[in-house]
């Protein structure tokens, strides 16, 4: 059965795209951290990043490494970081999270609340 990241990213399932190749789609976080809190999956469903073969595997990081440097741009953060978790959603995803400090980080504090336009305006911006 496919995971509701590959939906999301046949288009089945709606999503807030950030940017896509034939091998890979980022989309952002519905609950976000911060502002352009953005998932970066390939579209090989695999559940565990670290079992991704190695091709595609350091091909997602350069994928995620054009859109973080988006995310940088869009959002004036001090870095973007790369979080790995994968304990809710069994298929392989990278967090990009723009921040300013380690606390910024946390993935146990309120997740911001955004709009669908305010969703949509992010996106747009991080593609453009
Ligand atoms: P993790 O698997 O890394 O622990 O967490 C999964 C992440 O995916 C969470 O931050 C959650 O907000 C996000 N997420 C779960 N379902 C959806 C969804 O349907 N759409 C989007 N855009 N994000 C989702």
Redesign the pocket.
């Known amino acids: 059965m496919a995971t ?1 990241f590959s939906k ?1 990213a046949a288009g089945e ?1 709606p ?2 795209r950030v940017g896509e190749s034939d091998r890979y789609y980022a ?5 976000p951290l911060a502002k352009g809190h953005t ?1 970066v999956i390939p579209k090989q469903e695999v559940d565990y990043l670290y079992d991704l073969d190695d091709e595609t595997l350091s091909g997602m990081i350069i994928f995620a490494k054009q859109i973080a440097q988006k995310i940088k741009a869009f959002s004036g953060c001090n870095k973007v970081a790369t979080v790995v ?5 069994p298929h392989a ?1 990278i ?1 990009l999270i723009p921040i300013n400090s380690e606390k910024d980080v946390d993935f146990s504090r309120e997740k911001l609340v955004l709009t669908p336009e305010e969703f949509e305006e992010i996106a747009s911006k991080l593609r453009g």
Not at 85 to 89: N, P, Y
């Open positions: 509701i999301i399932i999503s807030y989309f952002l976080d519905i609950n998932l978790l994968g304990l809710e959603v995803h967090h």
